[in-house]
């Protein structure tokens, strides 16, 4: 598990459909999780290379398809993020590695990033809510009807690849995990409430 605080900016050595191999000066091991623009991979390979290290990671097909791991390239930056330790500091929000899906930024002004929001996500976005960009944690500013906006404090952004994005680019999102267990939790819920539940209950006569 992850908390959106980047650690570190990775550059692209190469990356294919089955595989990425990336620059870094986290001190990593084979094994390791680490999280790649919010993509939980497992670390395969590692060397020294003088004060940094360069680590491999296998690609599944449905990572590849499913996020904007088919837009990278050479020399690009990604965010990177080793998983929390049991007795290290959350900061952040729950952040699983595991992207939903795919969205478009429509606009960057200064410090304020907005996104187009697919109807299918809708409902997880809330205002003063968490999402994850690219694995980094962030707080949604304001939601309209298929977009929401997010703004970014200097800091972020300059330690992040947000700093290197335009508009019309492709970035993962991750909803709030806590917003699928709220919405799973409502809906069996909802399921249990029969008409006998609601006679006996008084609610029908």
Do not use: W
């Not at 992207?99 to 410090?111: A, C, G």
């Not at 694995?135 to 949604?140: D, P, Q």
């Not at 970035?171 to 006679?199: G, H, W």
Request: charged content about 30%; glycine content about 4%; proline content about 1%.
């Amino acid at each position: 598990m992850f908390t959106g605080i980047i650690e570190d900016l990775g550059k692209i050595i190469k990356i294919d459909k089955t595989q990425v191999v990336i620059n870094t000066k986290l001190d990593i091991k084979i094994s390791d999780s680490i999280s790649v623009n919010g993509v939980c991979l497992t670390v395969k390979n590692v060397k020294q290379d003088g004060e940094k290290f360069v680590f491999s990671a296998d690609i599944s097909n449905e990572t590849y398809n499913r996020t904007n791991f088919k837009f990278l390239k050479q020399d690009d930056f990604v965010n990177l993020e080793r998983a929390i330790l049991a007795n290290g500091r959350f900061s952040g929000h729950f952040v699983l590695g595991h992207v939903d899906t795919t969205i478009k930024i429509l606009s960057i002004e200064n410090e304020n990033f907005v996104f187009e929001l697919p109807k299918e996500y809708d409902r997880y976005i809330v205002e003063k809510g968490s999402v994850a960009i690219d694995g980094i944690s962030l707080t949604v500013a304001k939601k309209y009807k298929d977009k929401f906006s997010v703004a970014i404090i200097p800091y972020t952004k300059e330690n992040t690849n947000l700093k290197y994005r335009k508009a019309k680019e492709v970035v993962n999102l991750e909803v709030d995990i806590l917003a699928k267990y709220v919405e799973s939790f409502t809906r069996k819920k909802d399921e249990n409430i029969t008409l006998e539940f609601l006679k006996q209950h008084g609610f029908l006569k």
